[in-house]
T-cell receptor, first 114, second 115 residues
Framework: NAGVTQTPKFRVLKTGQSMTLLCAQD?????MYWYRQDPGMGLRLIHY???????AKGEVPDGYNVSRLKKQNFLLGLESAAPSQTSVYFC?????????????FGPGTRLLVL | AQSVAQPEDQVNVAEGNPLTVKCTYS??????LFWYVQYPNRGLQFLLK??????LVKGSYGFEAEFNKSQTSFHLKKPSALVSDSALYFC?????????????FGKGTRLSVIA
């Protein structure tokens, strides 16, 4: 099993450009998450999904959109990138068992917005 | 609302000495508590979790954590630190009464083990 994979690993964007980050998991997990990690801020949840076709907002959703068309994939979109979105983005997935699930993380995508 | 605090940004410890990384939490109901570790340029890795039962939880790489309900704490410990334990450690909590709400992570504590 590959676990949780993220594409791309690194990207440089200019302000106003758009891009999509792809997260894929092969563990048949129901729940998937997108986080951003910034120095001194820890992990902040952007959006999450509790199943195929469903999404929900997290702590910092503004400027991002997500889609979960297939159970194994969770896409994070930036429609018009801003320098404040420079960050490391992590995807995670979990299979809830009475809400006791352990989250499994991808290796991260480093995004630089100029 | 659920929240978690890691009061120390940085913890320094000499190799071979015991280490403690502190975590306190706040939930309305009973907590599910987790510790994760992040090595440089990597994603987070699960270390251990407390769901119910024994207050002392043992996890990967010789780490353990003690759940203390009266102090609302879940400190991470290891009897003898290794240089390879140097990493960023995150505590996380979920409220049993929280429905589908995701984990809430602390801001992380950087552990530096000095040879």
């Amino acid at each position: 099993n590959a676990g949780v994979t993220q594409t791309p690993k690194f990207r440089v964007l200019k302000t106003g450009q758009s891009m999509t980050l792809l997260c894929a998991q092969d563990m048949n997990h129901e729940y998937m998450y997108w986080y951003r990690q910034d120095p001194g801020m820890g992990l902040r949840l952007i959006h999450y999904s509790v199943g195929e076709g469903t999404t929900a907002k997290g702590e910092v959703p503004d400027g991002y959109n997500v889609s979960r068309l297939k159970k194994q994939n969770f896409l994070l979109g930036l429609e018009s990138a801003a320098p404040s979105q420079t960050s490391v983005y992590f995807c995670a997935s979990s299979y809830p068992t009475s809400r006791q699930e352990t989250q499994y993380f991808g290796p991260g995508t480093r995004l630089l917005v100029l | 609302a659920q929240s978690v605090a890691q009061p120390e940004d940085q913890v320094n410890v000499a190799e071979g000495n015991p280490l403690t990384v502190k975590c306190t939490y706040s939930v309305s109901g009973n907590p599910y508590l987790f510790w994760y570790v992040q090595y440089p340029n990597r994603g987070l890795q699960f270390l251990l979790k407390y769901i119910t039962g024994d207050n002392l939880v043992k996890g990967s790489y010789g780490f353990e954590a003690e759940f203390n309900k009266s102090q609302t704490s879940f400190h991470l410990k290891k009897p003898s630190a290794l240089v390879s334990d140097s990493a960023l450690y995150f505590c996380a909590v979920r409220d049993l009464l929280g429905g589908n709400t995701p984990l809430v992570f602390g801001k992380g504590t950087r552990l530096s083990v000095i040879a």
